[in-house]
Structures are given as C-alpha cells and as structure tokens.
C-alpha cells in the first residue's frame, strides 16, 4: 500500500519493466530502475505506485509489462515497513533487500525520513493494515 499525500504534479512518474513472475513487489515497495529489488543499503530506489491487490496487478502492468514508480520529493504512508522498524519522527529510513523501509543502515544512504512512530490496524481504501508508517523522500 502506498497512500500518496504530496500532490501528485509535484512528483515525478517512470515505467520500469517489472516481471512480476519473478520479483515479489507490491503497491509501496520500493525498487530500483531496472525493476529489481534492491541490495540492502541501495542507494536510488524508488516506491512502486502502480496498484495491485494481491497478486493481481492492475491492467495496464498487464499490457505493458512495466510499472510505474514514484521520483523525487514527496510525503507518504506505506505498509511495506520491515518487522522490526520501530521509529520516531526524524529517524532515518533505509530500504532493505526485499525494498521495504527499515531503520537498519547496510551501508547505503536514508531514502526518507520518518514523520512518527509506525501506526498499526491502519484502514485505506477498504484493507486492513498490521503496520503502516508515514515518511517524506530525501
């Protein structure tokens, strides 16, 4: 789940090829321009927008094979935090191997910056959410 709040003409929007066969990614993960999960510590990844509920992905990841991502500086909330990522407002975020977010640094740079604590049972559009947290892109 990613819950866009910057308005969305201020940010920018690629498709990437993405095969959804072999990478596991939903709506908030982050990857990289290839369409790859990152490596722990990535520098330069990016959240996927393009929507999907469970498995299915939305029709035009159909059509095209590609997904869109979300670049530059924005405020969000999304529920592809790692397990253990408990933080504060200002604590820096990472993105781990499966392109979730994380407070755990493998070497790379912050992606974003928390703006509080993770929520849990967060509700959006209708789905239940175990953990959800709020950052703003660097």
């Not at 670049?71 to 790692?82: I, L, M, P």
Request: aromatic share 10%; glycine share 10%; hydrophobic share 40%.
């Amino acid at each position: 789940m990613l819950e866009l709040l910057s308005d969305i003409n201020l940010v920018s929007r690629f498709d990437v090829d993405f095969d959804s066969e072999t990478v596991t990614a939903v709506q908030g993960t982050f990857i990289e321009w290839d369409g790859t999960l990152p490596s722990a510590g990535a520098i330069g990844s990016n959240a996927v927008w393009t929507e999907n509920r469970g498995s299915e992905w939305s029709p035009d990841h159909g059509a095209t094979g590609k997904v869109s991502v979300l670049y530059g500086k924005y405020r969000a909330k999304t529920s592809e935090v790692g397990v253990s990522t408990s933080c504060a407002a200002g604590t820096p975020l990472y993105v781990d191997a499966a392109g979730k977010l994380t407070i755990t640094d493998a070497g790379g740079s912050p992606v974003a910056i928390a703006l509080g604590a993770p929520v849990t049972n967060y509700k959006y559009l209708g789905t239940d959410y175990a953990k959800v947290v709020e950052f703003v892109t660097i």
